[in-house]
């Protein structure tokens, strides 16, 4: 069997260019999934105040995440919630109201809120913000989540469930 040059140098070639492309998709390096908006250090939170009911304050916290962040389920009202005045946690731990089991997304694009609730005495504590752990279908997820503005808590104080939009 007599092999012709330029078919052997053809051949060559194409199992070179074939082995070269091989080992430029086994280096190239595969994507890592964006991390979960959810995630305590990937979204952004901020109180702003909301009209008032009758005889009750409400402030609105809410939540964005840039771009670059998967979006993730949240359900419930937020668990452990505090609220700093100067460096300090104030000793009040507020109540939950509303559905506790409606899903809602967090995540580029998709904002989402929750209400606190308080009940409008002249007994109220200013306070800077709030700390507060998010809750998933599932469970909690690890992690605090602070949101920045001013407020004004007393005993009573509720924390709706989050709820889709800003």
Known sequence: MRTHPKAAVLLAATVL????????????????PA???CRPAN?????TRAPGSAGHRHYRVTLTAPRGYEPCRL???????????HGSALALSPGR??????AV???PGHPVHFDIQVPDTRHGTA?????????????????TSFADG?????????????????
């Open 17 to 32: 260019a074939g082995a070269a492309g091989a080992t430029a998709a086994q280096a190239a390096p595969t994507a890592a």
């Open 35 to 37: 991390p979960s908006a």
């Open 43 to 47: 979204h952004l939170a901020k109180i």
């Open 75 to 85: 359900a419930g009202s937020p668990a452990d919630v505090r609220f700093p005045a």
């Open 97 to 102: 109201y509303g559905d506790q089991r409606t």
């Open 105 to 107: 997304v967090l995540g």
């Open 127 to 143: 306070a800077d913000g709030a700390s507060f752990t998010l809750r998933a279908p599932g469970g909690e997820i690890p992690g």
């Open 150 to 166: 001013p407020l004004t808590v007393a005993p009573g104080t509720l924390v709706g469930p989050v709820r889709r939009g800003a």
